[in-house]
Protein backbone atom coordinates (compact mmCIF):
# COMPACT_ATOMS: atom_id res chain seq x y z
CA UNK A 1 0.00 0.00 0.00
CA UNK A 2 1.12 3.41 -0.83
CA UNK A 3 1.12 6.50 1.60
CA UNK A 4 0.71 9.75 -0.09
CA UNK A 5 -0.18 13.67 1.41
CA UNK A 6 -2.83 15.56 0.06
CA UNK A 7 -2.64 19.35 0.81
CA UNK A 8 -5.13 22.17 0.87
CA UNK A 9 -4.11 25.64 -0.07
CA UNK A 10 -4.71 28.54 1.83
CA UNK A 11 -7.28 31.31 0.97
CA UNK A 12 -5.44 33.24 -1.90
CA UNK A 13 -2.00 30.94 -2.97
CA UNK A 14 -1.58 30.85 -6.24
CA UNK A 15 0.49 27.87 -6.01
CA UNK A 16 0.28 25.33 -9.37
CA UNK A 17 -0.12 21.47 -9.36
CA UNK A 18 3.13 21.74 -10.98
CA UNK A 19 4.55 23.80 -7.84
CA UNK A 20 3.57 21.25 -5.11
CA UNK A 21 5.02 17.98 -7.48
CA UNK A 22 8.47 20.53 -8.14
CA UNK A 23 8.73 20.01 -4.02
CA UNK A 24 7.76 16.22 -4.17
CA UNK A 25 3.95 16.62 -2.85
CA UNK A 26 1.95 13.87 -4.99
CA UNK A 27 5.04 11.25 -3.91
CA UNK A 28 3.83 7.58 -3.11
CA UNK A 29 5.62 6.30 -0.48
CA UNK A 30 6.23 3.11 0.59
CA UNK A 31 5.36 3.15 4.45
CA UNK A 32 4.59 5.91 6.72
CA UNK A 33 7.91 6.95 8.57
CA UNK A 34 9.05 7.60 5.03
CA UNK A 35 5.99 9.95 4.51
CA UNK A 36 6.28 11.91 7.38
CA UNK A 37 10.12 11.99 7.30
CA UNK A 38 9.13 13.78 3.47
CA UNK A 39 7.28 16.09 5.19
CA UNK A 40 9.35 16.75 8.27
CA UNK A 41 11.92 17.86 5.09
CA UNK A 42 9.58 19.80 3.30
CA UNK A 43 7.19 21.26 5.04
CA UNK A 44 8.68 24.91 4.87
CA UNK A 45 9.06 24.47 1.31
CA UNK A 46 4.95 23.90 1.45
CA UNK A 47 4.46 27.06 3.60
CA UNK A 48 6.22 28.73 1.21
CA UNK A 49 3.86 27.78 -1.77
CA UNK A 50 0.74 28.35 0.40
CA UNK A 51 0.03 24.97 1.84
CA UNK A 52 -2.28 25.57 4.99
CA UNK A 53 -3.34 21.95 6.25
CA UNK A 54 -1.83 18.22 4.83
CA UNK A 55 -3.65 14.81 5.34
CA UNK A 56 -1.76 11.49 5.10
CA UNK A 57 -3.55 8.87 3.41
CA UNK A 58 -3.11 5.22 3.03
CA UNK A 59 -4.14 4.33 -0.64
CA UNK A 60 -7.52 5.86 -0.09
CA UNK A 61 -8.00 5.58 3.55
CA UNK A 62 -7.60 8.60 5.30
CA UNK A 63 -4.50 7.90 8.04
CA UNK A 64 -4.89 11.54 10.25
CA UNK A 65 -5.56 15.25 9.13
CA UNK A 66 -6.44 17.50 7.85
CA UNK A 67 -3.08 18.48 9.93
CA UNK A 68 -1.90 22.50 9.88
CA UNK A 69 1.58 23.27 8.77
CA UNK A 70 1.30 26.86 10.96
CA UNK A 71 1.81 24.81 14.30
CA UNK A 72 4.45 22.90 12.49
Known amino acids: MAYWWDAELAPGATATDDDLAAVGLGTRFADQATAEQWLG ?29 ADA
Request: no cysteine; glycine share 6%; aromatic share 14%.
Open 41 to 69: EFYLDLQDLGVQQVSLFESDRLVYGPMSL
